[in-house]
């Protein structure tokens, strides 16, 4: 994932935590428009998310935020 899309995907985070409270889930289909319109970026966030950090389809938002913070 490119730097400016993980400043996207944690304001993404940010202004559902903001608006829902810290409970709230999401997936990474929040990320991107409903459609499918740059397959390679879907498909690195689909690595990132399924492969690599073994995550459920829905997790907190706080959490995707936190490690996509601690990648830098």
Not at 16 to 37: H, Q, T
Not at 55 to 69: G, I, P, W
Request: aromatic share 12%; hydrophobic share 45%.
């Amino acid at each position: 994932m490119t730097p400016k899309f993980k400043a996207k995907a944690i304001a993404v985070c940010d202004a559902k935590i903001a608006k829902k409270g810290d409970a709230v889930g999401l997936s990474f289909y929040a990320f991107f428009k409903n459609r499918n319109d740059d397959p390679v970026l879907l498909m690195q966030v689909a690595e990132w998310w399924i492969k690599t950090h073994q995550l459920d389809h829905f997790e907190k938002a706080a959490k995707v935020r936190d490690l996509l913070r601690a990648e830098g």
